[in-house]
Structures are given as structure tokens and as C-alpha cells.
């Protein structure tokens, strides 16, 4: 048991020594010119190593596996407030994240423009995103009554999912996720 605990601390330093490095990296030289092998080579590791930590290569270094906001999104939807419409719940969720939330710790905004201002990184966050449709769906679906592979639960999910990638860059994301929502909540005004 001890080697086990060993070897996942291991893991765990390994990995959060590679995100430190990624990071320092892309900061200081951007993004599209850092490599692989310069973090592998910096972080004291071998390519195959770096690769054994992190599959899906440079992208993924500076995110975790996405299970937090899976976890996150749909815990919005089932522990919210017994009067607290879903919608209202989402809305808060995403707004207390990323390039919405005011609160963001001073040592963490690079980070967050970085992803921001990163085609390659934006595009990694939507995928984790997207992960979160299973889990999404099938909490709306509960909190709806509705089956599962019903058609509008589950291009609400989808939709939602999407919130990020359309506003998260916007000159206001907090207003532009604000503007997402209410268009959720009142539906696309009719033709004047």
C-alpha cells in the first residue's frame, strides 16, 4: 500500500510540476511557440513521460481532466435553491468561473487570459465543455421530468455548453453571458 501511495503522489508532483512549467512557458514566449519537447525538457522529464502524464498533449497541460466542472455543472442544477429556476442556477454557476467571475485571484488571471486569448486553449476548454453533456442531460432531464433523449433537454444542454465559447471572449463576458441567459429565459423576441 505504501508504494501505491508513493507512486501516486509521484503522479500528482509530476503533473502539477509539468502545468508550472507549461505555463511559465507559455507566458513568457506565447503559446504557438513553446513545444513539447521544451516543457518535457524544462520540467526534467522525457517526452514519452510528459505524454504518459498528459494524452492529449500540449493543450491539456494547463487544465485538470475536466471532472471538477462536470461535477460542478451538474450539482448546479440539483442542489440549487428549491424556488431557484434552473436557468438562474446555470447563469450563476458560469458567472462565478473563468472570464466571468470578478472574484478570480490576482495570481490566476494570466492564466485565464492565456486560455482566452488562445485559439488552441479555447478550443481545449470547449471540449472539456462538451464533456459535460452526459451528466448535464441527464440532471435536466431529472429536474424536468422529461425522458432523457428528449429532443429540447437536450439541446438545452448542448446550448449551454456552448455559453463559454460564444461569450467567454467577449470585450464584457460578464455581459455577454448575461445577455445568453436572458435570451434563454425569455425565448427570441418575435419580428416587430
Request: charged content about 30%; proline content about 8%.
Amino acid at each position: 500500500m505504501v508504494n501505491t501511495g508513493r507512486r501516486e503522489r509521484r503522479k500528482r508532483e509530476t503533473r502539477r510540476r509539468l502545468d508550472e512549467v507549461a505555463l511559465r512557458l507559455f507566458l513568457k514566449h506565447g503559446y504557438d511557440r513553446v513545444t513539447v519537447a521544451q516543457i518535457a525538457e524544462e520540467a526534467d522529464i522525457s517526452v514519452a513521460t510528459l505524454f504518459a502524464h498528459v494524452p492529449d498533449g500540449k493543450d491539456a497541460l494547463i487544465f485538470d481532466d475536466g471532472s471538477e466542472r462536470r461535477a460542478g455543472i451538474v450539482a448546479a442544477v440539483r442542489d440549487r435553491a428549491p424556488d431557484e429556476p434552473v436557468l438562474a442556477a446555470l447563469h450563476k454557476f458560469f458567472a462565478a468561473r473563468g472570464p466571468y467571475s470578478t472574484d478570480i485571484p490576482p495570481e490566476h488571471a494570466p492564466k485565464r487570459d492565456l486560455i482566452v486569448q488562445t485559439p488552441a486553449l479555447r478550443e481545449y476548454a470547449r471540449r472539456l465543455w462538451h464533456s459535460c453533456e452526459p451528466g448535464l442531460t441527464t440532471a435536466l432531464a431529472e429536474e424536468s421530468g422529461s425522458p432523457r433523449d428528449d429532443p429540447a433537454v437536450r439541446a438545452l444542454a448542448r446550448f449551454v455548453l456552448e455559453i463559454p465559447d460564444l461569450t467567454g471572449a467577449a470585450p464584457d463576458p460578464a455581459a455577454a453571458l448575461a445577455s445568453v441567459f436572458a435570451l434563454l429565459e425569455s425565448g427570441w423576441p418575435p419580428r416587430s
